[in-house]
Each structure stands twice: as structure tokens, then as C-alpha cells.
């Protein structure tokens, strides 16, 4: 049994840190030196906190609550989950699939000459080859944001909400945690109906498919770093490799998707978030994986 009080309690103080300290120097940066300027150069330390926030908050919550480290799943545990680390690579891949096939069955046409001139099918599997080697070298760059999120938060919050409640309520919280960025362009450039808030809406929903595959990769491994690796290679432009499969928008140097056609083109990924969340339902149920709690 978890004592709900006191998991809640450790909850809020954990997104209490986990903002203040990325939220704080990201407002101060955007008004004192400009968004544009302080991912680069002598500002680039002072933005490190808003990457390492979550994970801050994780060991500063777990110190002044005298929680202690079990269930930290901080060790990579390879034995037995090899396959999800694999995975971790490729779920990226296929997202950018999904997302990019849809926008051309949607908005554009089907030209395959036009694919084979703008990329040779050599180049396209050299380039997806050499992002799937490098995507999870840069999994330090998101190691801080998964070992507060997945590593605790989901840990936190399953047990009070369940395993749907998390998915949304977890999704929610880090697309806000996100505005400071938002807010500026970094997601979805400023030129569309509803800027900043549509954005935050979107980036949001963005969040809770996207965190899907992180929590579950996390629960099917019992380590932090898969959800790591996933989300850096995202990061890193895995998904973007399949704009190969993009036809019939003209220039594609020019092109750039306007936030209502990024939405649509997500629905399909929402939709594989939508039956992984039911599979982690199942399992918790078969497994009684998810504690009940106490008042």
C-alpha cells in the first residue's frame, strides 16, 4: 500500500522544482538576451538547468523527503529488455512515417520521381542508417528531462491517477513545463491562429502521445534509459529522415507545415499512443502492477 498523502506531497514538490528551477532562467534569458541567442555561446550554461530540471527536482525531492533510491531505475538492466532498447530507435522512425505519409495522402499526391529526385533511395536509407547510430549518443541531452518525468513523476502519479490519468495529466503538465519555449517559436514558429496558447494546447498533446511510448518502454524495462534514448532521437531528427515520403508541395525547401496540418498529421501516432496506453492498462491489471493507495 502507498500512503497517498504523502506520495502527493512529493509529487507537487517534485513539479514544483522541476519548473521553478527551467522556468526561472528561461524567462530571465528570453527577456534579458533574446530567445534566439541563449542556446549558444556564453548563455548556453546558464540554459543548462531548463535540460536538467526534472532530474534536479527528482534528487532534491527524494533528499528533503528522506525518500531514498529504490526504484531510481537508474542501471540500463540490458538483460532480458535488449529488444526495447532497439525499439527505443525505431519508434521515432516510424512515428516520422506515419506523420509524413499521412501529410502527403492529406495535403499533397503521391510523386514518386519527385521523391527520387529530391533524394536517391541509397541517400534516404544512408542517412536514416547514420541517425540511427547517432540518435542515442545525444541521449545525455535528454537524460535530465526522463529521469524526472519518467523516473518519478509517472512513478508518483500512477499509483494516484492511474495508468490513463497519468498518460493525460502527465502529458499536460510536461507541454506546459515546455512554454517558456513555446511561447517564443521553438515548437511551431509564432505565425498561426491561437499563437502562443494553441501551441501550448498542441505541444500538450504532442506530450501525452509521445510520453505513451516513454512510460511504457520505462515499465517494460525498469530503466530510465530507453525512454532516454527514444526521446533523444527524436530529438535528434529521426522522425524527419521520412520527409522522404513527402510529394506534392512543390519547393520542399520552402515547405513548412502550418500547426493545423502538424495536428492532423500526428492523429495517427495519437492513435498507436491511444492502444499502447490500453496495453499498459491490461498489463497493470494482469500484473496488479499500479499499488493502491491510502489516505
Excluded at 52 to 77: D, M
Aim: glycine share 10%.
Amino acid at each position: 500500500m502507498t500512503n497517498k498523502k504523502l506520495e502527493l506531497k512529493r509529487l507537487l514538490l517534485f513539479l514544483l522544482f522541476a519548473f521553478g528551477i527551467a522556468w526561472i532562467p528561461a524567462i530571465i534569458l528570453n527577456a534579458a538576451v533574446g530567445y534566439e541567442n541563449w542556446f549558444s555561446g556564453p548563455y548556453m550554461i546558464l540554459g543548462l538547468p531548463l535540460l536538467y530540471a526534472p532530474a534536479l527536482a527528482n534528487i532534491i525531492t527524494r533528499k528533503l523527503t528522506k525518500e531514498g533510491w529504490e526504484n531510481s531505475l537508474f542501471h540500463f538492466n540490458f538483460k532480458g529488455h535488449f529488444k526495447y532498447y532497439v525499439l527505443a530507435v525505431l519508434i521515432p522512425f516510424l512515428q516520422g512515417l506515419l506523420s509524413n505519409i499521412t501529410m502527403t495522402l492529406v495535403y499533397g499526391h503521391w510523386d514518386f520521381q519527385e521523391m527520387l529526385e529530391r533524394q536517391t533511395v541509397p541517400e534516404y536509407i544512408g542517412s536514416v542508417l547514420l541517425m540511427f547510430a547517432m540518435g542515442p549518443l545525444f541521449a545525455w541531452n535528454t537524460f535530465g528531462e526522463e529521469f524526472g518525468w519518467r523516473a518519478y513523476m509517472n512513478q508518483k502519479m500512477e499509483p494516484l491517477l492511474g495508468t490513463a490519468g497519468t498518460v493525460i495529466v502527465g502529458g499536460i503538465i510536461w507541454g506546459i513545463w515546455h512554454a517558456p519555449l513555446t511561447v517564443k517559436g521553438h515548437n511551431f514558429g509564432t505565425d498561426y491562429w491561437g499563437f502562443p496558447w494553441l501551441g501550448i494546447v498542441v505541444m500538450s498533446v504532442w506530450c501525452m502521445a509521445m510520453g505513451v511510448f516513454l512510460m511504457w518502454l520505462t515499465k517494460k524495462t525498469g530503466s530510465v534509459f530507453p525512454a532516454a534514448i527514444l526521446h533523444a532521437c527524436n530529438n535528434a531528427g529521426i522522425p524527419q529522415m521520412n520527409t522522404f515520403f513527402l510529394s506534392g508541395f512543390g519547393d520542399m525547401e520552402k515547405f513548412e507545415p502550418t500547426l493545423v496540418q502538424q495536428l492532423v498529421c500526428m492523429i495517427p501516432y495519437i492513435i498507436c499512443a491511444a492502444v499502447f496506453t490500453g496495453i499498459m492498462i491490461r498489463d497493470s491489471k494482469k500484473k496488479g502492477a499500479v499499488p493502491q493507495v491510502k489516505g
